[in-house]
């Protein structure tokens, strides 16, 4: 399964999620100054924020049946450690109606945190994507 206008289907047990990125900007409304947002970033906070675009259809078992995915659906908007997952290659994007070119991440589905439900990220999600 996959967002229609994506071009690329997981195989096995992945998901791709589109990256929001981290907060360059406190939930008051403070910006943060370069020094603090790397401080933040590679130091503090070990989370990231995404959309989910493309489930994989799960592994086999040893008996061949598929096994169970976790219940994360399309456009699902989840939490995972930046320490997991990986960059499509050729820094491949996705062109998400509200925030414009964003990167795309491959994921373990066992690897997400959280389903964050009725998420609005407060911070400028293009000015925050790292390369």
């Not at 047990?13 to 943060?32: A, E, H, M, T, W």
């Not at 598929?66 to 491949?92: T, Y």
């Amino acid at each position: 399964m996959r967002v229609e206008g994506f071009p690329f289907e997981p195989v096995n047990n992945r998901i791709f999620v589109c990256d929001y990125g981290q907060p360059n900007v406190s939930k008051g409304g403070i910006v943060l100054p370069d020094s603090a947002i790397e401080f933040y970033r590679y130091r503090n906070s070990d989370w990231r924020f995404g959309e989910v675009l493309a489930i994989g259809p799960g592994m086999f078992n040893e008996h061949g049946r598929r096994m169970q995915m976790p219940p994360i659906e399309l456009s699902d908007q989840i939490v995972f450690s930046r320490k997991h997952g990986s960059r499509l290659p050729g820094d491949i994007r996705y062109m998400h109606p509200a925030y414009g070119s964003l990167l795309v991440r491959v994921l373990d589905p066992e690897k997400c945190q959280a389903i964050v439900r009725d998420f609005d990220p407060w911070w400028d999600v293009r000015a925050s994507q790292l390369d």
